[in-house]
T-cell receptor
Framework: EAGVTQFPSHSVIEKGQTVTLRCDPISGHDNLYWYRRVMGKEIKFLLHFVKESKQDESGMPNNRFLAERTGGTYSTLKVQPAELEDSGVYFC?????????FGPGTRLLVL | GQQVMQIPQYQHVQEGEDFTTYCNSSTTLSNIQWYKQRPGGHPVFLIQLVKSGEVKKQKRLTFQFGEAKKNSSLHITATQTTDVGTYFCAGQGSGTSYGKLTFGQGTILTVHP
């Protein structure tokens, strides 16, 4: 069974630019989550999709972040415009029940 | 909001010594999950504890969930160099079915051969 995949693995952009991260969950998993780990800090929840609907977006830091999951399959997380403090590792996870399986993450560096 | 505190932040041990990391939640949890992240890797699911007072074992790893479902621990017996990594606990709030995980800060374990 293929795991959660994320693209790209790394992204280096300048402040003010736009970046779009993609997550492909495990096939059949209705729940999809985005998390972020800023350097030296804990992994923090961003939002949760159930199929194509946003179940909980309480962790989204501000309106520069936009997440979508059209069709209830893969998801994208767009940061526009990116700021220096957005740098970190963005993880996606999926689940069918309670156990969440994480992808390899996208390492984002904003210069 | 819900907070999960995890200690210690770092632990250095000699190979063969035991290791324990502890988590404490500010609120009662529905369940707690443990993950291991190798250097440069991503969190890999280890186990989930659901019941009050639950104890589960995986070879040299022993996981416990407190009676009040607010604290948990992971104990590794006779560490090996392959145990190196960051161990995270992550809790789901009481009443939450398949919702967000609140992570502890993680414990970075180094094992000296």
């Amino acid at each position: 069974e293929a795991g959660v995949t994320q693209f790209p693995s790394h992204s280096v952009i300048e402040k003010g630019q736009t970046v779009t991260l993609r997550c492909d969950p495990i096939s059949g998993h209705d729940n999809l989550y985005w998390y972020r780990r800023v350097m030296g800090k804990e992994i923090k929840f961003l939002l949760h999709f159930v199929k194509e609907s946003k179940q909980d977006e309480s962790g989204m830091p501000n309106n520069r972040f936009l997440a979508e999951r059209t069709g209830g399959t893969y998801s994208t997380l767009k940061v526009q415009p990116a700021e220096l403090e957005d740098s970190g590792v963005y993880f996606c996870a999926s689940s069918q029940h309670k156990t969440q399986y994480f992808g390899p993450g996208t390492r984002l560096l904003v210069l | 909001g819900q907070q999960v505190m995890q200690i210690p932040q770092y632990q250095h041990v000699q190979e063969g010594e035991d290791f324990t990391t502890y988590c404490n939640s500010s609120t009662t949890l529905s369940n707690i999950q443990w993950y291991k992240q190798r250097p440069g890797g991503h969190p890999v699911f280890l186990i989930q504890l659901v019941k009050s007072g639950e104890v589960k074992k995986q070879k040299r790893l022993t996981f416990q969930f407190g009676e009040a479902k607010k604290n948990s621990s992971l104990h590794i017996t006779a560490t090996q160099t392959t145990d190196v990594g960051t161990y995270f606990c992550a809790g789901q709030g009481s009443g939450t079915s398949y919702g967000k995980l609140t992570f502890g800060q993680g414990t970075i374990l180094t094992v000296h051969p």
